[in-house]
């Protein structure tokens, strides 16, 4: 898997839309960027995956810049459960391959 | 989405003794699945690759005698702990993906909290 880079902690106004950045740019061009999240003392949530183009699901959208070199995860409408850990993982995917966790970003929803 | 179960979500148990955690694939088969331990306050690590029909695949560093893996139908793996120590107390999750081979998510079970004492 590529390297990633997460800042270590966001807050983000409940309401308000949550935008986490990811740079990966070692990115191959056959790795896909994949979201999840893990709150406190839960197993890890798949949250959204993509790999050129913009992506959008009933969680969330991914926006991938056109190099590929880094993506935004935007949850539109933060609500105090979305306080969680945010990881971004580049990789080939999870059909065959482990994931390789880095330390994500802490974002906390303030009410 | 699909869902994944674990069997037990936390167990407390004497040092020297084994434990045996399951992972299960609900709505889907599974033909390979994924176990990773995580500490407190650190990240989840990979620590093998279970197989359906076929020998667990094992990260570096991490004992295939002490972590017994058996992927024994497309929709059950289990880790064995044996031999249990204090320093093996860690929170173990499984994973698999919905689609074999190439590129795909995974869904995770909610974690099995091990407590050796």
């Known amino acids: 898997d590529a390297k990633t880079t997460q800042p270590p902690s966001m807050d983000c106004a409940e309401g308000r839309a949550a935008n986490l950045p990811c740079n990966h740019s070692?990115?191959?061009?056959?790795?896909?960027v994949y979201w999840y999240r893990q709150i406190h003392s839960q197993g890890p949530q798949y949250i959204i995956h993509?790999?050129?183009n913009n992506e959008t699901n009933e969680m969330a959208s991914l926006i991938i810049t056109e190099d590929r070199k880094s993506s935004t995860l935007i949850l539109p409408h933060a609500t105090l459960r979305d306080t969680a850990v945010y990881y971004c993982?580049?990789?080939?995917?999870?059909?065959?391959?482990?994931?390789?966790f880095g330390k994500g970003t802490h974002l906390i929803i303030q009410p | 989405g699909a869902v994944v179960s674990q069997h037990p979500s936390w167990v407390i148990c004497k040092s020297g003794t084994s434990v045996k955690i399951e992972c299960r694939s609900l709505?889907?088969?599974?033909?390979?699945m994924f176990w990773y331990r995580q500490f407190p306050k650190q990240s989840l690590m990979l620590m093998a690759t279970?197989?359906?029909?076929?020998?667990?695949?094992?990260e570096q560093g991490v004992e295939k005698d002490k972590f017994l893996i058996n992927h024994a139908s497309l929709t059950l793996s289990t880790l064995t702990v044996t031999s249990a120590h204090p320093e093996d107390s860690s929170f173990y999750i499984c994973?698999?993906?919905?689609?074999?081979?190439?590129?795909?998510?995974?869904?995770f079970g909610p974690g099995t909290r091990l407590t050796v004492t």
């Open positions: 994973s698999a993906p919905p689609r074999a081979g190439g590129p795909s998510e995974q869904y």
């Open positions: 070692t990115i191959s061009g056959n790795e896909y």
């Open positions: 993509g790999l050129k």
């Open positions: 993982i580049a990789g080939r995917g999870g059909g065959a391959d482990g994931l390789t």
């Open positions: 709505d889907f088969q599974a033909t390979t």
């Open positions: 279970s197989n359906e029909g076929s020998k667990a695949t094992y």
